[in-house]
């Protein structure tokens, strides 16, 4: 299934002042694993193009529309700030705001396996090993 | 007027309270009661009525002050002193007496958290961030924080750095009493010392 929204019409949505908020666990999430503490924090870096490499991921249904004769679709999307992967999923409500549903630490991206500090002390490692004192 | 969900655009909503603890960076958590709002159709959750932020950004003002006042102190009571931070970073003087008593901007909260965190990078600001003082202070500094983290089976370790400017010669050397391992999992292995006490 192809992507429900225009990618760079949310990006844009959360820039402008009530056209998007956070539900569920999100606003939480945004909080303890990237340190934006508030909605306009969340909502700022979006529109500030925090997202790098968003890559989408797949379109499902959602589930608790009380209206199932209007299917509302969620796109996600992976995404990086710096080293660190995370996962979002947003909607466009019928009250034609866009729903931040999900906005998350990824930490099972396969892109990236190693934090910098592992893949420091690999190299580390790989220096002092024996066959390199030789 | 009514608050509607941003969802599905019904009324029916129910406001509760729960209680959170924001982190606050080299100080207390932050407590405050955040706001719920639950909409009956569809079962969504969140600040609706757009309270949170407020009241997020105001303790967090209170609680980022009283944390610039605990790094200040902190660095203050390991012979840091003011005037030489704000020499070797060519800030104006009293600027961190200032940042105390009155209002420490986000950018001087930032400086100050780098500070705290690795307070030997004012050696290298004071040695106008040059590239072999900044490497060499890195390399130092690494070979405390596994110097530290070696498990106790190792004894008489000993780190040098040496530097001019074209190079950099690191030599960190530790030994043990013990002339084999009877476990393999207590060698000593980069991967231990890392998840152990980085």
Redesign the interface.
Known sequence: MPNAYQFDNFIHACGEQGKAVLIGSSANDARMDFGLNTQQDVLSFIANDGLEEAFYINTKIWEKNPNQAHPIMVDAYSFYSGAKPGYLAFSLSPTNKWIIKSFKHSPNDPKRKLSPAHEALSEIKQLMSPSEDK | MNT???????DALTTSTKK?A??VIYGKPAEYNEVVDTCS????????S?L??AT??QI?KAAKKESATNMLDYLSNHNIKMSYMERSLELPARTLARWKAEDCSAAGLALLRIIRTYPWILEVADDSFSQPTASSRLVEEAGHVLKHALPRKVERTELNVLHNNNTLQVN?QFSSDITSFPDKALEPA??QM?EGN?
Do not use: A, K, Q
């Not at chain 2, 509607?4 to 019904?10: A, K, R, T």
């Not at chain 2, 159709?41 to 609706?48: A, Q």
């Open positions: 509607l969900c941003p969802v599905c655009g019904s959170h924001l982190t159709v569809c079962e969504e959750s969140g600040d609706f757009d949170n932020d997020i950004n967090m960190i980069f991967e890392i980085v």
